[in-house]
């Protein structure tokens, strides 16, 4: 890996820079593993808009589309194979990493499908089938932190396989994701799964909370309003990080992890920058902490390695500013909770509509290879 760069500095601090897309192209073009390379890159989140970018560009994906068509595959069961594989190949890149930092790195997610996510028996059956079907111990399974979600995220745990739980919007909701995730290892200890092998992530979303919130503030519209603008996001992740240390030194977790369990770390998501008058790098430079992860666009992964001025940890210690930043914000008359359960339905309904874009291309795809 490249040294004397920001973003090996910002592996210095603590923070594994995770890339937030995945292609065929990128894996057999050589170009993910310039970035592991090059840019200190350890790991790789995906969901379906991503795949249905990869798939819509390039020609990479014919000859297994043709395969697939002529062995009489639907559009549901494309998308399985093609996307497993993609995940599966690049699990086999990050073995390396995954090795040598003991499981914790060398990750690559794929998530349950989306129109499952209020369905805790089928997310559950479908976490297990693609985990089956990767067969690769480095993958991660992502679960949306809905209500429903909450117990497969328990289930998947206890069947010993790890998890990237994702859509994580509130404080309150990430403390139950992290009970879900301790209730999953005290199930599998029962079961007799090892521990140590069960690795878990929680993303947590950053830009899409200024987003929702900065518009609230500009309806208000007070001095003290437009003076808030850009500066909830982060506070919220900051208060996040302060729930992980707080949960992982319970005598609940203590005794988990006594018996050889891993923290499940906090991941920032959503952490390219929307609005073009906040600096590019902000989300991460802002939120750099030891045992975080932070899954960038590679827009932001490129502006960080060009300029980002990493400042060490710049979260612990800042819990009673990041306290008073919600304070205000609220005070303005913007509502957390409702601003956090927007957020989560419509995350979920984004995913959904790239899902059935994919679909649809698939479906094209199939029919011009017959």
């Known amino acids: 890996m490249t040294e004397n760069t920001p973003t090996a500095e910002l592996s210095k601090v603590g923070v594994s820079i995770w890339l937030d897309d995945l292609s065929r192209d990128r894996i057999t073009s050589g170009g993910l593993q310039k970035l592991i390379d090059e840019k200190n890159v350890v790991g790789v989140t995906t969901n379906p808009t991503i795949f249905a970018g990869a798939l819509s560009k390039g020609n990479a994906y014919d000859a297994q589309v043709a395969e697939l068509a002529k062995a009489g595959?639907?559009?549901?069961?494309?998308?399985?194979?093609?996307?497993?594989?993609?995940?599966?190949?690049?699990?086999?890149?990050?073995l390396p990493i995954y090795e040598?930092?003991?499981?914790?790195?060398?990750?690559?997610?794929?998530?349950?499908?989306?129109?499952?996510?209020?369905?805790?028996?089928?997310?559950?059956?479908?976490?297990?089938?693609?985990?089956?079907?990767?067969?690769?111990?480095?993958?991660?399974?992502?679960?949306?932190a809905t209500i429903e979600g909450l117990a497969a995220i328990t289930e998947t745990i206890a069947a010993g396989i790890s998890v990237n739980v994702t859509l994580i919007f509130s404080l309150e909701r990430y403390r139950?994701?992290?009970?879900?995730?301790?209730?999953?290892?005290?199930?599998?200890?029962?079961?007799?799964?090892?521990?140590?092998?069960?690795?878990?992530?929680a993303s947590f979303f950053v830009s899409r909370v200024d987003t929702e919130i900065d518009k609230r503030l500009d309806a208000v519209g007070t001095d003290e309003a437009a003076a808030l603008k850009g500066k909830a996001g982060v506070a919220n992740a900051r208060l996040a990080y302060e729930v992980y240390e707080q949960a992982f030194t319970?005598?609940?977790?203590?005794?988990?992890?006594?018996?050889?369990?891993?923290?499940?770390?906090?991941?920032?998501?959503?952490t390219g920058v929307k609005d073009p008058s906040i600096p590019d790098t902000f989300y991460v430079v802002e939120l750099a902490a030891p045992e975080v992860v932070n899954t960038m666009p590679e827009k932001t992964l490129d502006a960080t390695f060009d300029h980002g001025e990493i400042k060490g940890d710049t979260i612990s210690g800042t819990y009673?500013?990041?306290?008073?930043?919600?304070?205000?914000?609220?005070?303005?008359g913007v509502s957390y909770a409702d601003v956090t359960e927007q957020l989560e339905r419509e995350g979920v309904e984004k995913f959904v509509v790239s899902w059935n874009e994919l679909l649809e291309a698939i479906t094209g795809q199939l029919e011009a290879a017959k």
């Not at 992290?178 to 290892?185: C, E, F, K, M, V």
């Not at 009673?320 to 914000?329: F, G, I, P, T, Y």
């Open 176 to 201: 139950d994701v992290i009970n879900a995730y301790l209730t999953g290892l005290e199930k599998a200890k029962e079961a007799g799964h090892d521990l140590s092998k069960i690795h878990s992530v």
């Open 73 to 94: 595959k639907d559009a549901t069961g494309a998308v399985f194979e093609i996307t497993t594989d993609d995940v599966a190949n690049a699990c086999d890149l990050f």
């Open 250 to 270: 319970t005598e609940r977790a203590q005794y988990l992890l006594d018996a050889g369990a891993n923290k499940q770390r906090p991941l920032w998501a959503s």
């Open 320 to 332: 009673l500013e990041a306290n008073k930043v919600l304070d205000a914000v609220a005070a303005q």
């Open 100 to 144: 040598s930092s003991k499981g914790f790195d060398g990750r690559v997610s794929i998530e349950v499908e989306p129109g499952l996510a209020h369905d805790t028996e089928g997310t559950i059956a479908q976490a297990k089938q693609l985990h089956d079907r990767v067969a690769r111990e480095n993958v991660l399974i992502k679960i949306p």
